[in-house]
């Protein structure tokens, strides 16, 4: 053990010398520097604060609050996790609601619930208020167990309008005032689908997996847009009550949660095919998924886009040019670009036992009689992704039943488009849960059935109340120990024997000695060799 020690003590003086004779040098950038600035434009795209100009008071005013947010920041505990209040499980009511998976969010002071759609691809989050022209809200409508919600600013004593002059109003060139209310209008990719209203910060109602004194509900600010009038979709069943931005912008809800460090900058969504998931902020994903980078558009972060090197079909991979895709939860199906549609196509067919069936008003190229198909047979589809990482797609296929008292249809579930960046949308994210790790600028995924716990934290799917202590979990769940190491329940809640926790408690006691006396024998070193 002496001997041990000593070659210890050596090792360490021996490292203490050599920092001694290394340096490394980094270069530092202003945080209102023309770099600093660069990368936020490559990241945002346009830099929508003002930058202001160096040694004016304007510019040490803003060095203040920045340094006033940093001190906050390191006050308060951030969260671990976040989720809205009404608990973290999405719904999918499918073809009801346009194929789209949904979660109740509470906004404003008292609280309204809405169901609102989840948006990967979209940066405001909007809701049906004052209405001039929108969607029904009855719950009858669209078989929920209670009526949509419908905002109005004037019923929320903490909402306040948006002026025109602010950073975040991109329309605020065309008001007459800087002080006006902002107005917005959004196009969306759909048909003649948009919505407009004016930009209304009030707060977002979320609860904490950790403990909190005050209770389990956070509320914090948001900017949302007051949807008065609704085009196309939104007035044909998708995204009646509203959208959840969930996108890169400044303007989503992720950005936000972020910018007043309650918890890190990322975010899961899981889906199940069972029409149940999740949606958690702040999650750190799971030990054992694959990841790969976003890519920039022209340059930008703009949303959330992976490479793809390939595509296998079966045993059979796609050799071709490599091509991206938008993750976009607010797609329903996944689209391909044209050249690669036709690849995958060509090949998926040949390898399918059946043939297949034309049918002239299906949407979907390749259907299958499924009385006929066996589908221990059918190919895999798998995606592989810049990094070598794969996912393979659990379910390639939308089960249409397209006459009544006949044989079921299975179609492949993706489609053409014309476009050089493709969509995955939800049918292929189905059974994962996918990061968004927006930190680290990553995209990741590890099949789940959605109730594993998040990171350090236990995330409900429903909210917490009175009756049941807060976040519960089944027994069969893993829980953690403050210390981060995962437990079961029943061992966790175990006394050791007595032998056994004596012979633990000398094995630690040994070993915290042994820490000090060689910390203190390196500090001996280090002081040495500066002398």
């Given at each position: 053990?002496?001997?041990?020690?000593?070659?210890?003590?050596?090792?360490?003086?021996?490292?203490?010398?050599?920092?001694h004779?290394?340096?490394?040098?980094?270069?530092?950038?202003?945080?209102?520097?023309?770099?600093?600035?660069?990368?936020?434009?490559?990241?945002?795209?346009?830099?929508?604060?003002?930058?202001?100009?160096?040694?004016?008071?304007?510019?040490?005013?803003?060095?203040?609050?920045?340094?006033?947010?940093?001190?906050?920041?390191?006050?308060?505990?951030?969260y671990?996790?976040?989720?809205p209040?009404?608990?973290?499980?999405?719904?999918?009511?499918?073809?009801?609601?346009?194929?789209?998976?949904?979660?109740?969010v509470?906004?404003?002071?008292?609280?309204?619930?809405?169901?609102?759609?989840?948006?990967?691809?979209?940066d405001?989050?909007?809701?049906?208020?004052d209405?001039?022209?929108?969607?029904?809200l009855?719950?009858?409508?669209?078989?929920?167990?209670?009526?949509?919600?419908?905002?109005?600013?004037?019923?929320?004593?903490?909402?306040?309008?948006?002026?025109?002059?602010?950073?975040?109003?991109?329309?605020?060139?065309?008001?007459?005032?800087?002080?006006?209310?902002?107005?917005?209008?959004?196009?969306?990719?759909?048909?003649?689908?948009?919505?407009?209203?004016?930009?209304?910060?009030?707060?977002?109602?979320?609860?904490?997996?950790?403990?909190?004194?005050?209770?389990p509900?956070?509320?914090?600010?948001?900017?949302?847009?007051c949807?008065?009038?609704?085009?196309?979709?939104?007035?044909?069943?998708?995204?009646?009550d509203?959208?959840?931005?969930?996108?890169?912008?400044?303007?989503?809800?992720?950005?936000?949660?972020?910018?007043?460090?309650?918890?890190?900058?990322?975010?899961?969504?899981?889906?199940?095919?069972d029409a149940?998931?999740?949606?958690?902020?702040?999650?750190?994903?799971?030990?054992?998924?694959?990841?790969?980078?976003?890519?920039?558009?022209?340059?930008?972060?703009?949303?959330?886009?992976?490479?793809?090197?390939?595509?296998?079909?079966?045993?059979?991979?796609q050799?071709?040019?490599?091509?991206?895709?938008?993750?976009?939860?607010?797609?329903?199906?996944?689209?391909?670009p044209?050249?690669?549609y036709?690849?995958?196509?060509?090949?998926f067919?040949?390898?399918?036992?059946?043939?297949?069936?034309?049918?002239?008003?299906?949407?979907?190229?390749?259907?299958?009689?499924?009385?006929?198909?066996?589908?221990?047979?059918?190919?895999?589809?798998?995606?592989?992704?810049?990094?070598?990482?794969?996912?393979?797609?659990?379910?390639?296929?939308?089960?249409?039943?397209?006459?009544?008292?006949?044989?079921?249809?299975?179609?492949?579930?993706?489609?053409?488009?014309?476009?050089?960046i493709?969509?995955?949308?939800?049918?292929?994210?189905?059974?994962?849960?996918?990061?968004?790790d927006?930190?680290?600028?990553?995209?990741?995924?590890?099949?789940?059935?959605?109730?594993?716990?998040?990171?350090?934290?236990?995330?409900?799917?429903?909210?917490?109340?009175?009756?049941?202590?807060?976040?519960?979990?089944?027994?069969?769940?893993?829980?953690?120990?403050?210390?981060?190491?995962?437990?079961s329940?029943?061992?966790?809640?175990?006394?050791p024997?007595?032998?056994?926790?004596?012979?633990?408690?000398?094995?630690?006691?040994?070993?915290?000695?042994?820490?000090?006396?060689?910390?203190?024998?390196?500090?001996?070193?280090?002081?040495?060799?500066?002398?």
């Amino acid at each position: 053990m002496a001997t041990e020690l000593l070659v210890s003590v050596v090792a360490v003086c021996f490292l203490v010398h050599v920092s001694h004779s290394l340096t490394f040098s980094s270069k530092l950038v202003h945080r209102f520097s023309d770099e600093a600035k660069a990368v936020r434009a490559a990241r945002y795209g346009e830099v929508s604060i003002h930058w202001p100009r160096r040694r004016t008071v304007e510019y040490y005013k803003m060095l203040l609050k920045s340094d006033l947010q940093r001190q906050n920041m390191k006050l308060r505990a951030p969260y671990p996790s976040l989720f809205p209040s009404e608990g973290s499980e999405t719904f999918f009511p499918g073809n009801d609601m346009g194929w789209l998976h949904y979660t109740w969010v509470d906004i404003g002071t008292p609280n309204v619930s809405f169901f609102v759609a989840l948006d990967t691809g979209s940066d405001l989050s909007w809701v049906p208020c004052d209405c001039e022209e929108c969607a029904p809200l009855s719950d009858s409508y669209y078989n929920l167990d209670r009526d949509l919600g419908m905002y109005s600013p004037s019923k929320s004593s903490t909402s306040k309008h948006l002026p025109c002059g602010h950073q975040l109003c991109d329309l605020g060139s065309n008001c007459k005032s800087s002080k006006q209310p902002c107005p917005y209008r959004i196009e969306y990719a759909s048909v003649n689908t948009s919505t407009t209203g004016l930009l209304i910060e009030d707060v977002l109602h979320l609860a904490s997996s950790g403990v909190e004194p005050s209770g389990p509900t956070v509320k914090t600010p948001i900017v949302i847009g007051c949807g008065k009038k609704q085009t196309g979709g939104y007035l044909s069943g998708i995204a009646p009550d509203g959208l959840l931005g969930l996108g890169f912008g400044e303007i989503s809800v992720p950005s936000f949660l972020a910018k007043a460090g309650l918890v890190r900058d990322s975010f899961s969504l899981c889906f199940k095919e069972d029409a149940s998931g999740r949606i958690v902020f702040g999650d750190r994903g799971l030990s054992k998924q694959q990841s790969t980078p976003f890519l920039t558009v022209e340059g930008k972060y703009l949303t959330y886009v992976v490479g793809i090197e390939n595509i296998c079909i079966g045993s059979v991979c796609q050799k071709q040019k490599k091509f991206r895709l938008l993750v976009d939860s607010g797609s329903s199906f996944t689209h391909l670009p044209n050249n690669v549609y036709e690849k995958v196509t060509e090949e998926f067919d040949k390898q399918m036992n059946t043939s297949r069936i034309m049918y002239e008003y299906s949407t979907w190229d390749y259907c299958y009689n499924i009385s006929s198909l066996d589908l221990a047979q059918v190919p895999t589809l798998s995606l592989t992704f810049v990094g070598n990482n794969s996912l393979i797609v659990q379910n390639p296929f939308l089960p249409l039943y397209l006459i009544e008292g006949q044989s079921d249809v299975l179609c492949l579930a993706f489609q053409a488009t014309e476009d050089d960046i493709g969509t995955i949308g939800q049918d292929f994210l189905m059974g994962y849960r996918m990061l968004f790790d927006r930190d680290n600028l990553k995209l990741g995924w590890a099949r789940s059935n959605c109730h594993e716990s998040s990171g350090s934290s236990k995330v409900p799917l429903t909210p917490p109340t009175q009756d049941r202590p807060e976040n519960p979990l089944p027994t069969s769940e893993q829980q953690k120990s403050p210390g981060g190491h995962a437990v079961s329940p029943a061992v966790a809640s175990r006394t050791p024997p007595n032998p056994s926790a004596a012979v633990s408690l000398f094995a630690s006691v040994q070993l915290w000695y042994q820490t000090l006396l060689l910390l203190y024998l390196a500090t001996f070193c280090s002081f040495s060799w500066m002398i």
